[in-house]
């Protein structure tokens, strides 16, 4: 399972940043959104994968009597995924705007501000 | 109980924000609760200042959960003092924005997304816990994605495109980071991990983590060989947006590097080096860059980029003095830049163009107006005394002392470079004849401005030079603030007892 998903976030990563050195705005976004996808699996991965034990501790004891897996990364995960989907959904309309704008989706025709 | 003053500064501005959205359709209303809660966001900041001054760091664990699992706030000396340097450029720009930025923008939400970008920075000041720096990150970020495009020109669009993907992959990249360090050690807070990353064996993994921050970091402090976003980008808005995104954007990012190489990784020579080496490119590819330019806000952009440098190539030779020298540029370059940015403005407001060449004759019509600019522009060469100059100082003499004596010639060569890119704009746009003005459509030149709204433009302006002609005259009590922070940095122990202490105790 561990090797499995670390090759999968190698591969999220390696499309991800492929996607992004593309020239179109939409291929722009996609590599942001498998990049973001690809660290938060990597914060599961990273809190160690453990099976059906959840964190709950039993009504007979006052602490955890066996392995248990940790909520953190959870945590973590939540939140980073409720932030990249405001900042993806913000990302979809600034591109829109700019293609209405700027009147191409090829990154290389935007360059006025660079000079 | 005092400790709980730590959160103020952050509640104050996410009030302050709420109520401004509240009146939304009352621009006026807006405008004078945001100068109002600016005026009273200063005077928390200094309180804050105060308190941390007299009783040492100041923590509070959120809802009470036990130091290392729950979310900590830390306020010392040095959070303390960019939450106050927050204050007084936030304050200003607040001012500046109300006399500058077009009803237009304001109509849509410019204060209130103003006001949750200071939250955002105050936040990241102070908090202790790794992961709650990166939440911050993501409000600073997404209020200044908001701020760059308020207006959809054409070439704000533009620049806000590479503005905001670059800023995006340096979440990413932090963020990978993050969950690299938290399979490492298991830990968020900050003092919890220096403890735990000090004892793990495998220094290879550690490096590594440590550049994937350095480079996250690096992306948003615009360091050199990541910063091209920045010149692309930064001068695109309004001059208030560019003056807040100067002074204290870039800052945030300098923040982060000192606080996790000063706190978390620590003492390797390596990554020391890196440091340093980056730290002279960003010093001479920032340079070069500024002198090619003709546009004033992208030269402005270009010198954010160089003096960026200063602070990191004190970070890189960690020594206390060269820490010292560090914090005392940072508290000088926030002002300045502030001010800078908003000068442009003025500039612009005067002229009607940012082109250097088809502008001038500035001195001619407003001599008082240019004596006031001349001071932000000598103190950011460092004409001494004035309070660019002490800082570097203190570098160059701790480069002679370090024996790296490229740095010295690195520092001397971005300061002529600055001289000389100051002297040039000093000569086309306030010594040359004037030329005629631009037609612009739906722009009011600075003469023909009401008095009100004069003194809402030049005030600012005004305070921020006070405060840097202070920083420089009374260079003693900045100096003894700066060592005071510096050493604190260096003997991470204080920060780990004041988080971790105070819990195990109680």
């Known amino acids: ?115 | 109980m005092m400790a709980q003053i730590v959160f103020l500064p952050i509640i104050v501005q996410l009030l302050l924000a709420i109520s401004l959205l509240f009146s939304w359709k009352w621009i006026k209303w807006q405008k004078i609760i945001s100068n109002v809660g600016s005026v009273l966001s200063l005077v928390i900041a200094i309180w804050l200042f105060s308190t941390t001054w007299t009783e040492g760091t100041l923590t509070v664990q959120a809802g009470n959960w036990q130091a290392p699992f729950g979310i900590s706030f830390v306020s010392d000396t040095f959070a303390a003092t960019l939450v106050l340097l927050t204050a007084i450029s936030g304050m200003a720009v607040s001012f500046f924005s109300v006399g500058t930025i077009m009803p237009a923008r304001l109509k849509f939400g410019f204060l209130p997304i103003f006001h949750f970008l200071l939250l955002g920075l105050n936040g990241a000041f102070l908090t202790g816990d790794i992961f709650n720096l990166y939440v911050w990150f993501e409000i600073i970020i997404i209020s200044s994605f908001v701020l760059i495009t308020l207006g959809g020109e054409k070439t704000q669009i533009e620049g806000a495109i590479k503005y905001f993907t670059l800023n995006i992959f340096a979440s990413v990249i932090f963020l990978t980071a993050i969950a690299v360090l938290y399979g490492l050690t298991g830990s968020l807070n900050m003092a919890d991990l220096a403890l735990k990353v000090a004892e793990i064996q495998n220094r290879g993994l550690v490096e590594v983590t440590a550049i994937l921050f350095l480079i996250g970091f690096g992306i948003k402090a615009a360091l050199f060989p990541l910063y091209f976003w920045l010149p692309a980008s930064y001068h695109t808005p309004p001059p208030a947006v560019s003056a807040i995104f100067g002074g204290l954007l870039t800052k945030v990012g300098v923040y982060a590097l000192i606080r996790v190489f000063t706190l978390i990784f620590v003492g390797d020579v390596f990554l020391g080096n890196i440091i340093l080496v980056l730290a002279g490119l960003t010093l001479f590819s920032g340079a070069l860059g500024a002198l090619t330019q003709n546009n004033i806000s992208k030269v402005f952009s270009y010198l954010i980029i160089c003096h960026i440098g200063y602070m990191i190539l004190g970070l890189g030779m960690y020594t206390e003095m060269a820490i010292t020298g560090v914090v005392f540029y940072l508290i000088h370059d926030i002002i300045a830049k502030t001010n800078l940015f908003m000068i442009g403005g003025l500039i612009y407001r005067i002229t009607g163009t940012y082109s250097m060449r088809d502008s001038g004759g500035l001195y001619a019509k407003y001599p008082l107006i240019s004596l006031l600019i001349i001071i932000p522009f000598f103190s950011l060469v460092g004409v001494p005394p004035l309070s660019g100059f002490w800082a570097k100082l203190t570098l160059i003499s701790e480069s002679f002392k370090s024996g790296n004596y490229w740095l010295i010639a690195a520092i001397l060569f971005a300061t002529f470079i600055t001289l000389f890119v100051i002297a040039r704009i000093w000569a086309e746009v306030f010594w040359k004849e004037s030329k005629p003005l631009p037609k612009l459509q739906n722009f009011r030149y600075f003469e023909k401005l009401k008095l009100e709204k004069k003194i809402l433009i030049v005030g600012p302006i005004v305070f921020l030079t006070l405060i840097s002609l202070y920083i420089g005259f009374g260079a003693e009590y900045i100096q003894r603030l700066a060592t005071r922070v510096a050493n604190e940095l260096m003997d991470n122990q204080q920060y780990i007892q004041a988080v971790l202490g105070v819990n195990t105790t109680n």
């Not at chain 1, 561990?2 to 590599?31: D, P």
């Not at chain 1, 039993?58 to 409720?82: C, G, K, R, W």
């Open chain 1, 1 to 115: 399972m561990e090797l499995l998903l670390a090759i999968l976030i190698g591969l999220l990563y390696a499309a991800g940043l492929y996607m992004m050195l593309r020239r179109s705005l939409v291929k722009l976004i996609i590599g942001l959104i498998l990049l973001g996808n690809g660290a938060n699996l990597l914060i599961f991965l990273l809190g160690r994968i453990t099976k059906g034990l959840p964190p709950i501790i039993p009504e007979e004891s006052s602490v955890f009597t066996s392995a248990y897996a940790d909520p953190v990364p959870q945590a973590l995960i939540l939140t980073a995924i409720v932030i990249s989907f405001g900042l993806q959904s913000f990302a979809i309309i600034l591109v829109k705007r700019a293609y209405k704008v700027v009147k191409t989706d090829d990154l290389d025709q935007m360059n006025s501000t660079d000079r």
